[in-house]
């Protein structure tokens, strides 16, 4: 029988609040040569029983579990905010991110189609907002509330069972065998006479949130999730065989558990390769990540509203821009992601200049010289690096804090609220001078916890993740380093530009082209012709594993080269938008998604194995949804078969039976393993742009 539980209001037995946990039983860890799970406070108060942990609400999370409780399978989702779905939720970014061919065929998943479904049900129609960067803009606490009533649909659809926990983060991991046994969770909620949730900001809370003790601001329910027992077996019955009881989905924004678990993974720029030959880097460089937003809305007004000068807007003024000339128009910036549109109007001008700003309109605002906050030095960077982890003590025993740089998440804060200030009030453009910028006082800061973001402070509850950690995949014969998807699997750069020539060695610029040639590498390999007379292939990698798909540009929103991000005269990194432009469809192979060490965890979202300059394509909403899709419908299938997901692409230089079958049952659910007409053969992908 269906059943749906949400955890948000723990029941706690004061008295156990004193109690350790067993010593005997960390000790017998530690005899057993596995790390012990560090003794909390107290006992938990709960233990939980699953069959997916899917850690992160946000859309690869929430496909997870969609998959799974399809599947008929017991879901325990957690998330550190309250919200379901993180870009279209709690990260403000309520605009489809989606390319124009896939969108016009409705090539997605089944379940990024129906949560499509149910906007245009829900407003009648599809872009509430009227925005222009996306053919569906929309109101954050909407898109909280439509995903969550198709989780609780597709619990019922498929009488799985849905534990959902908000408020909650993963503390510590109990890892044997090579694989996870158990995990200790930290759930809060207000403390008595503190004001609700949602009134502080995310930096203002997230340590807090990872200790165990109560605070002033948060009371903590310990929380044990474990695997469900197995059943018992009638008179004669043979069970299938479980090699893992469970499983666990890393669908964090940041590629949580991968630091904490503390796989093999990659940060920031990767050093450049034939492989990764736009890098901007001849060495790795783990602090420059893509910069993060803080979105917020804005409201337009009939009257001028006062906006008082914020104290720290003198700080961060020298970096807010228009950017390019061409973009230096404050109905272009308003209008890119207007979310609500109060007086919708039919045949609006073809220049988005000219659009109409009405009264009651709210603009959701994530601009790149704007609220993008982008460090990128070992000073200020958010994501704390492995040797940043072991520094700050995180990979102890009970250390794991969350892994992020609260005083950078602060500074984003202000940063954006400061770009507001600079919207509504600022005279001044970095990047285009004097004389550019004008005022537009008829605007206001939506706060409150009726507002879109949902928060008394007016930003999105969370940032907004352009790139976290990456997993490296399991090595294999033809990837000894470990499995990733790079920058020349996706991307259509002409590498014929004298850089690549100049900045790769010769053989490594002949490898380039060997791997370009697509289905003539092994003649050109044999042959040896001239490179110019070498024809780049006019595709995507079609990866044998593939269990999901995406498509968009390889956009990037580069670090900054001085810290703090905001200092007079800062310039982006140099070259990291070199490998920007359009890519080819792509597909997300199941290994990308299957990290070392563990057997039982399974990546999802933007933290699969994929290179810095893939990443930047992999990143938007529908990939998310294709990525969590696979992950929960691999873990059910793993249960079912009696499998681990690495054995079925462990030897695929043969062909793999139940990875085929896997495959087959991914696109008879209505989630596609590949575009149409997808084909070594097939080079023509001129329409997909």
Excluded at 224 to 234: A, D, E, Q, S, Y
Excluded at 276 to 304: H, K, L, R, V, W
Excluded at 439 to 457: A, C, E, I, K, Q
Aim: hydrophobic share 35%; with cysteine.
């Amino acid at each position: 029988m269906q059943q749906f539980f949400v955890h948000q209001k723990p029941r706690l037995n004061r008295r156990m609040y004193q109690r350790l946990l067993s010593i005997s039983c960390s000790l017998m860890a530690l005899a057993a040569g596995q790390p012990a799970l560090s003794a909390p406070p107290r006992n938990p108060d709960r233990e939980v029983t699953c069959d997916l942990l899917v850690v992160g609400g946000g859309l690869s999370g929430a496909a997870a579990a969609y998959e799974a409780l399809h599947a008929g399978r017991t879901v325990c989702l957690t998330e550190i905010t309250d919200w379901v779905g993180g870009q279209i939720s709690a990260q403000g970014t309520s605009a489809l991110d989606e390319r124009p061919t896939q969108r016009q065929l409705r090539f997605f998943p089944r379940g990024y189609l129906e949560f499509r479904d149910r906007i245009q049900k829900y407003y009648g129609r599809l872009n509430p907002g009227q925005c222009w960067v996306s053919e569906s803009c929309f109101l954050p606490y909407d898109g909280h509330k439509l995903l969550f009533e198709i989780l609780q649909s597709a619990a019922k659809k498929g009488k799985g069972t849905l534990k959902w926990y908000p408020n909650t983060v993963i503390k510590d991991l109990d890892l044997a065998g090579g694989q996870i046994k158990s995990a200790l969770a930290i759930q809060h909620q207000p403390a008595p006479g503190a004001p609700p949730l949602n009134t502080w900001t995310l930096s203002q809370t997230i340590l807090e949130a990872y200790r165990y003790e109560n605070s002033p601001q948060l009371d903590k329910t310990i929380i044990r999730f474990i695997p469900t027992p197995p059943p018992v077996p009638k008179r004669g019955q043979q069970l299938p065989p479980r090699p893992a009881e469970w499983y666990v989905v890393d669908a964090t924004e940041t590629g949580e558990i991968i630091g904490l678990a503390d796989v093999p993974y990659r940060l920031g720029i990767d050093a450049r390769s034939y492989l990764e030959p736009s890098s901007a880097s001849e060495t790795a460089e783990p602090y420059c990540t893509q910069g993060f937003t803080y979105t917020f809305a804005m409201q337009a007004t009939a009257e001028p509203q006062t906006h008082d000068l914020p104290p720290y807007y003198e700080r961060y003024a020298p970096y807010y821009s228009y950017e390019l000339e061409r973009l230096a128009d404050f109905n272009l910036v308003y209008t890119y992601r207007r979310i609500w549109s109060a007086k919708h109007t039919k045949d609006l001008p073809s220049n988005v200049r000219q659009w109409p700003i009405n009264p009651g309109d709210i603009s959701m605002q994530n601009w790149t010289w704007g609220n993008d906050y982008r460090p990128g030095t070992a000073a200020d960077n958010l994501i704390y690096t492995r040797e940043q982890l072991q520094e700050t003590g995180q990979l102890e025993p009970g250390g794991w804090m969350g892994g992020l740089r609260a005083e950078t998440l602060r500074a984003g804060e202000d940063h954006a609220k400061g770009y507001f200030y600079w919207l509504v009030a600022g005279t001044t453009d970095s990047q285009l001078g004097d004389g550019v910028k004008k005022t537009y006082p008829n605007h206001r800061f939506m706060t409150g916890l009726d507002s879109p973001m949902g928060t008394v402070h007016g930003l999105s509850k969370y940032p907004y993740m352009r790139e976290g950690r990456r997993i490296i995949g399991r090595p294999s014969w033809a990837h000894p380093d470990g499995f990733t998807v790079w920058e020349i699997d996706i991307s259509r750069r002409d590498y014929r530009d004298e850089f690549y020539r100049l900045s790769l060695l010769p053989e490594d610029y002949r490898r380039l082209w060997q791997a370009l040639a697509g289905l003539e590498t092994t003649e050109v390999v044999r042959t040896q012709p001239g490179i110019e007379d070498i024809e780049k292939r006019g595709r995507g990698t079609v990866f044998p594993d593939a269990v999901g798909i995406g498509h968009y540009a390889i956009d990037f929103h580069p670090c900054m080269t001085l810290s703090p991000p905001e200092a007079p005269g800062n310039s982006e990194r140099d070259g990291d938008r070199r490998g920007q432009g359009t890519a080819y469809p792509f597909q997300i192979p199941l290994r990308a998604m299957i990290p070392q060490k563990i057997d039982n965890m399974l990546v999802a979202g933007k933290s699969i194995a994929t290179s810095h300059v893939a990443a930047a394509a992999y990143r938007v909403h529908s990939f998310e949804w294709s990525a969590g899709a696979a992950a929960g419908t691999a873990a059910a299938f793993a249960l079912e078969k009696g499998i681990m997901p690495y054995q079925m692409v462990d030897d695929l230089t043969r062909p793999e039976p139940e990875l085929a079958l896997f495959q087959r049952l991914l696109e008879a659910n209505g989630n596609p393993t590949a575009f149409p007409n997808t084909s070594i053969f097939n080079n023509s992908w001129d329409d997909w742009r």
